[in-house]
């Protein structure tokens, strides 16, 4: 993985996101059918080329591709474990409400399956957790990719404080975008960091909480990490990086053409 994968946004002023599958419902049609712009091309470089053969047609086919490509404890580095709950019914996914509030819904037509897994570093030693997220969304086609992209991107700037659960929030979130080649993106055809605050009311707070999202081909993959006591965001950083870099690696082998 590319060293700047995650150095784009994951100190606490840049970035914000959602503890569940990245994401938002995108733009729509008035027959409820999200519209799909031409994407830019992709930056020269990439050392990456899709096989549009191999992307998922059914949802059978997603999930496979999500279970294949989500990170598990292993991939976070040393001393993470299961949570439990540790996966999401890949049939629903989160929506932020019209009162920054996230919801669970059914999948829209443009999305074939969601995971996500959840992983800990658990107390010890007077430290609080170290709380990871792995996310893995595959979409119909490219566009309605980008589109989830674009859309996370702007639900930071219309909800810079969120509710992520009951208990759960984080506030003064801020987002940054970038293709390939830009701002650190050397790893995939777009990418996306937030940050910001998080609090709880199990842990307290503020604490360390960024959220990084990629795309290759027509799936996402994003990593999250919360902080809490003695945890400093550089622990939580390191921790995202291999995560992200671990499912952008794994997502290359399921989707890129035989040379």
């Known amino acids: 993985m590319a060293t700047g994968l995650l150095l784009a946004g994951c100190s606490g002023a840049a970035g914000g996101g959602t503890t569940g599958p990245a994401g938002s419902k995108g733009a729509t049609t008035g027959s409820g059918t999200r519209s799909s712009p031409t994407p830019a091309p992709s930056a020269t470089g990439l050392d990456f080329t899709a096989d549009p053969g191999r992307a998922p047609k059914t949802s059978a086919e997603a999930e496979r591709l999500a279970r294949a490509v989500a990170a598990v404890p292993i991939n976070w580095g040393p001393g993470f474990v299961k949570r439990d709950p540790y996966e999401s019914d890949p049939d629903f996914w989160p929506v932020l409400d019209a009162d920054c509030v996230w919801e669970r819904e ?15 570093v658990p107390a010890k030693d007077g430290k609080g957790p170290i709380r ?98 003695g945890r400093s965001a550089d622990e939580v950083s390191a921790a995202l990086q291999q995560g992200a870099g671990a499912m952008i690696s794994r997502a290359k082998g399921e989707l890129e053409a035989a040379e």
């Not at 059914?106 to 800990?120: C, F, G, I, K, N």
């Not at 701002?183 to 909480?209: F, I, Q, R, V």
Request: net charge negative.
């Open 106 to 120: 059914s999948l829209p037509a443009t999305v074939l399956a969601t995971l996500t897994r959840y992983s800990e």
């Open 132 to 229: 990871v997220a792995a996310v893995v969304t595959v979409h119909r086609t490219v566009n309605d990719a980008d589109w989830e992209m674009s859309e996370t991107l702007e639900e930071a700037l219309r909800c810079p404080d969120q509710q992520l659960r009951q208990g759960e929030r984080i506030t003064g979130l801020a987002s940054q975008g970038s293709d390939f080649g830009t701002l650190g993106n050397l790893a995939a055809e777009d990418m996306l960091t937030e940050g910001g605050k998080y609090y709880s009311d199990e842990l307290g707070g503020p604490y360390y909480y960024s959220w990084a999202q990629s795309r290759l081909g027509p799936v996402t993959v994003a990593a999250v990490g919360k902080g809490s006591e």
